[in-house]
């Protein structure tokens, strides 16, 4: 298994500013994954996190917009910048500990709920 | 692409009986993992039960259960005696052998046990 600390858990924010929020793993994983989950909605993925390489993001989602850092194997983080109403939502990291197996859970942070004022 | 669906956004369940969640899905992989994960309303995401596409038998892990009936596409999550801790979003997802370890989430079905 794997144990995800994920910082902060919740906070409100201004428009206009931004918010980075810290993942942290108990063991080294190769990717790491962020979601968002808008209110009363399903968990759509912003990116995927490598250790030394460029994160790539999925349609939609732009690095300008969500910048992502992987400084090393067992810690990433997810900035949500120039921040509107519509980023209201909650943001779960997650992590597949046997990287590469279809048939291994993934494991998730606690989630930040975001609300955006 | 892959794709799943849920199709009931909300169940009402008396509290003890059996429930069935609703899960379709979608994918020309042969190989995928189904998942079934539980979010109560702190926003964690628990994970239940897995059923990977080989696999012959239905998975169990204690009260849940997982109907996967492959050739209809479907992966249903059954929750016997149903408790009151079970009210909470649950969210069928899919990873395919060649999606790069993504998972695939369906838009959830909110579930109430009522006492």
């Known amino acids: 298994s794997a144990v995800i600390s994920q910082k902060p858990s919740r906070d409100i924010c201004q428009r206009g500013t931004s918010l980075t929020i810290q993942c942290q793993v108990d063991?080294?994983?190769?990717?790491m994954f962020w979601y968002r989950q808008q209110p009363g909605q399903s968990l759509t993925l912003i990116a995927t996190a490598n250790q030394g390489s460029e994160a790539t993001y999925e349609s939609g989602f732009v690095i300008d917009k969500f910048p992502i850092s992987r400084p090393n194997l067992t810690f990433s983080t997810l900035t949500v910048s120039n921040m509107s109403p519509e980023d209201s939502s909650i943001y779960l990291c997650?992590?597949?500990?046997?990287?590469?197996?279809?048939?291994?859970?993934?494991?998730f942070g606690q989630g930040t709920r975001l609300t955006v004022v | 692409a892959q794709k799943i669906t849920q199709t009931q956004p909300g169940m009402f369940v008396q509290e003890k009986e059996a429930v069935t969640l609703d899960c379709t899905y979608d994918t020309s992989d042969q190989s995928y993992g189904l998942f079934w994960y539980k979010q109560p309303s702190s926003g964690e995401m628990i994970f239940l039960i897995y059923q990977g596409s080989y696999d012959e038998q239905n998975a169990t892990e204690g009260r849940y259960s997982l109907n996967f009936q492959k050739a209809r596409k479907s992966a249903n999550l059954v929750i016997s005696a149903s408790q009151l801790g079970d009210s909470a979003m649950y969210f069928c997802a899919m990873r395919v052998l060649s999606g790069n370890e993504k998972l695939t989430f369906g838009t959830g079905t909110r579930l109430t046990i009522i006492p």
């Open positions: 063991s080294q994983v190769t990717m």
């Open positions: 997650s992590v597949d500990p046997w990287g590469g197996s279809m048939n291994t859970e993934a494991f």
